[in-house]
């Protein structure tokens, strides 16, 4: 083990980048999390990483791969945080777990941003804990990545699972940040929020979401985005739309749909493809065109919910995750550090707020008049 991988980096040197990775985290273990950081380190020579979990195996892991030399913080953590523990118990006795230490990282400015393929709960709660909601902010969001048809491949849709209510301000502050989101990690100077609902028309829906969209077209103004109003399930893969909004509940069950359809699409095309030895000959003939298809609509390419809403950046990859999803997850969690996004996150929703207590105390005086 070096010196760069026995002492603690304190803060990045300059032009590097530290990611912290919780290693232990995952159906897949150390194995496919350190392979996935290997392929994140050829693509990107300014990356470092703080890794967290079981010490002598990371060290035996890493020593394997020689685009990681020099370039990991080994911080040994014994506890680990299985997929079936209860978020209330980790938040009790998650210290010494390798999640609880990549978070720390975090809150400590030792680096940029957290990845981990564990528990989502958990997660979620210890980062709560350790990293607190960002002032005026009352339910954080998980948003991900959905491909689509716009030019850029993807649109984004928060909550996915961090809280399955969300009333009106709650919805409305998910568009404000997955308006940051979409501005500093897709490159979207002025993106267009949808509010998903059973049907575009005014008056489908329940009272919240009429409410929620009042609010967030008013707020369309200060936030610098376009609000196109009620969005359907067949607009969030479509080019009508850039963010869109939802609670968790039903964005959770949407992501989940959508995974599994791509799955089993790709299953349905490779057993037709095998049917016979003329379709076998089709499928020859058609290679190009299928590993471009099967790219388009790979789960893995689009790995990594971001929790939004904290003061700090954290990545949450899928539980089953091999390399190359862990390897998009360091990818996002790279690229929204590079671009500042905690603290332009944390400027938006500090904006906003000041604006609607500013509004709330022009209402007052106009009612005391």
Not at 59 to 74: F, N, P, T, V, Y
Not at 84 to 111: C, F, H, L, Y
Not at 140 to 164: K, T
Not at 285 to 298: G, P, Q, V
Request: include cysteine.
């Amino acid at each position: 083990m070096n010196d760069r991988q026995q002492n603690a980096p304190g803060r990045p040197a300059e032009g590097r980048i530290v990611i912290s990775v919780d290693a232990m985290g995952g159906d897949r273990g150390p194995v496919a999390v350190v392979a996935g950081m290997a392929d994140s380190a050829a693509r990107h020579p300014e990356l470092d990483f703080i890794v967290h979990g079981d010490g002598k195996e990371l060290e035996r892991l890493i020593s394997r791969r020689k685009g990681l030399a020099g370039r990991c913080d080994i911080r040994a953590a014994e506890g680990v945080v299985s997929m079936d523990d209860k978020p209330s118990q980790v938040m009790r006795n998650g210290k010494g777990t390798s999640m609880w230490s990549a978070i720390e990282a975090v809150r400590q400015g030792d680096a940029a941003a957290a990845v981990s393929c564990g528990n989502t709960g958990a997660l979620m709660a210890l980062s709560m804990l350790r990293l607190r909601k960002l002032p005026g902010v009352n339910r954080p969001a998980i948003a991900c990545l959905w491909p689509s048809r716009n030019p850029g491949g993807f649109n984004i849709m928060l909550d996915v699972g961090a809280d399955i209510r969300a009333d009106e301000r709650d919805l409305m502050q998910y568009a404000l940040m997955g308006a940051s989101y979409a501005r500093n990690g897709l490159g979207i100077a002025r993106p267009r929020i949808g509010l998903l609902n059973v049907g575009t028309e005014e008056f489908k829906g329940r009272p919240e979401l009429k409410l929620a969209g009042d609010l967030i077209e008013a707020s369309a103004p200060r936030g610098d985005f376009d609000y196109v109003g009620f969005v359907e399930g067949g607009d969030i893969p479509s080019a009508r739309v850039d963010v869109i909004v939802t609670d968790g509940f039903t964005g959770n069950v949407a992501l989940k749909t959508g995974e599994g359809t791509a799955t089993l699409i790709r299953e349905f095309l490779r057993e037709a493809f095998k049917a016979t030895p003329l379709s076998r000959i089709a499928a020859l003939l058609a290679m190009t065109s299928l590993r471009r298809l099967a790219r388009r609509i790979d789960p893995r390419r689009v790995n990594g919910g971001v929790f939004l809403g904290l003061n700090g950046t954290v990545v949450k990859s899928h539980g089953s995750a091999d390399a190359t999803g862990v390897s998009a997850a360091i990818g996002l969690a790279l690229r929204l550090a590079k671009s500042g996004f905690s603290q332009k996150l944390a400027a938006r929703v500090a904006s906003a707020n000041q604006a609607a207590e500013n509004a709330g105390g022009e209402t007052g005086e106009q009612n005391g008049a």
